[in-house]
Every structure is written in C-alpha cells, then in structure tokens.
C-alpha cells in the first residue's frame, strides 16, 4: 500500500528510555526514544500533582466567590 522509497522505516517495538530504563515499547519511525517526562513519573497521573498559585489568582478567585478559608490563610501567613 505504501509507495517504496518516500518512507522513512517504521519500527513497531521501539523502546521508550526514561532515566536510562526501558519503560515501554511502542510504534515509532526511531528505534530508540529518550525521554525526561512518560505517564509513570509525570505528576498528573501519579496523583502528586500540585497548584502552583502564581501572585495570588487562587486566593483572589476564592475569596471573590465566598470560598476563602481564613483559618487556612492565617496558618499560610505563620509559614512566611
């Protein structure tokens, strides 16, 4: 089906590295791929995932809809 000589080749178990492990194979026009981030250590799914509250948007959005826990911001104020 696919004309011979414009593709490059196509490897269906290529390794997937991450910190010098293989973690996973999958289809790919490399052997081999290196990679910094995979599902395994990303932060969204592994559930450690944190806000980053960046100039205080998410404190302004609570406290402008009545959500805004004063106890917490006190506690956050003691930490500084």
Same mark, same amino acid.
């Given at each position: 089906?696919? %004309?011979?000589?414009?593709?490059?080749?196509?490897?269906?178990?290529?390794?997937?590295?991450?910190?010098?492990?293989?973690?996973?194979?999958?289809?790919?026009?490399?052997?081999?791929?290196?990679?910094?981030?995979?599902?395994?250590?990303?932060?969204?799914?592994?559930?450690? /995932?944190?806000?980053?509250?960046?100039?205080?948007?998410?404190?302004?959005?609570?406290? %402008?809809?009545?959500?805004?826990? /004063?106890?917490?911001?006190?506690?956050?104020?003691?930490?500084?």
């Amino acid at each position: 089906m696919a %004309k011979d000589g414009i593709h490059p080749e196509w490897y269906p178990e290529a390794k997937v590295y991450c910190n010098g492990k293989v973690v996973m194979t999958v289809g790919s026009t490399k052997p081999e791929l290196h990679v910094d981030v995979w599902s395994g250590n990303h932060p969204f799914y592994t559930g450690t /995932q944190k806000i980053i509250d960046t100039e205080g948007r998410v404190e302004r959005f609570l406290r %402008k809809y009545g959500m805004f826990d /004063q106890s917490a911001a006190a506690k956050e104020e003691d930490q500084k």
